[in-house]
């Protein structure tokens, strides 16, 4: 099956400071992916959905200037938490797409921010 | 109320047990995906349907469109089946899935 790697699985910073998460389809072209932010115990939350060569489009109270996305081949998109906050804490997945329905999911990136 | 609700919550039961999670949706929907995620967070997708039934191994999922539900079925349970099994609804010309809560079974030997 269609395989999509995270880099870093997990990763502690300062506050203030900005962190990259990489989200990679390893055997296929994603056309689309997505990133999706998970609390303790809730389900996902869809952030933003990313097209190859194009901005990415934002859900309703996401801050684009907070949480950068770039989708610059078919193959990678980065989310980039500016000025990260304790608050920013979160379980961060990614899931990409080809032409088809269906999503294949990255394994996650646990981020804290102390 | 959401949109995609499932039952139960949580779920515990005894290895070899016959496991059913029901998934309702309240809107249209292309297709829903059943989904995995251990307590690692990782999420493997086990199906996605969009009539009919699935079978791989001894996960069984089922849907039924015209009264918008859809069950998972785990056939002869394992402890290593203990995880958080999320059903999601892809709506809309962008892809985009609506997540129920998600069922935590935990399975004892």
């Known amino acids: 099956g269609a395989v999509v790697s995270q880099h870093p699985s997990w990763v502690i910073c300062k506050s203030g400071t900005s962190v990259k998460i990489e989200c990679r389809s390893l055997?296929?072209?994603?056309?689309?992916m997505f990133w999706y932010r998970q609390f303790p115990k809730q389900s996902l939350m869809l952030m933003a959905t990313?097209?190859?060569?194009?901005?990415?489009?934002?859900e309703q109270g996401v801050e684009k200037d907070k949480f950068l996305i770039n989708h610059a081949s078919l193959t990678l998109s980065t989310l980039t938490v500016t000025s990260a906050h304790p608050e920013d804490s979160s379980f961060y997945i990614c899931?990409?797409?080809?032409?088809?329905?269906?999503?294949?999911f990255g394994p996650g990136t646990r981020l804290t921010v102390l | 109320k959401n949109e995609v609700e499932q039952s139960p919550q949580n779920l515990t039961a005894q290895e070899g047990e016959f496991i059913t999670i029901n998934c309702s949706y309240s809107v249209g929907i292309s297709a829903l995906h059943w989904l995995q995620q251990h307590p690692g967070g990782g999420i493997v997708s086990l199906f996605m349907l969009s009539s009919g039934k699935k079978k791989h191994g001894r996960l069984i999922a089922t849907i039924n469109i015209q009264e918008k539900h859809s069950s998972l079925h785990i056939t002869a349970s394992h402890p290593r089946d203990s995880a958080v099994y999320i059903c999601a609804a892809l709506t809309g010309t962008a892809s985009k899935l609506t997540f129920g809560t998600g069922t935590r079974l935990q399975v004892t030997l």
């Open positions: 055997d296929f072209q994603a056309t689309t």
């Open positions: 990313s097209n190859e060569g194009s901005k990415a489009t934002y």
């Open positions: 899931s990409a797409k080809n032409t088809g329905w269906e999503q294949f």
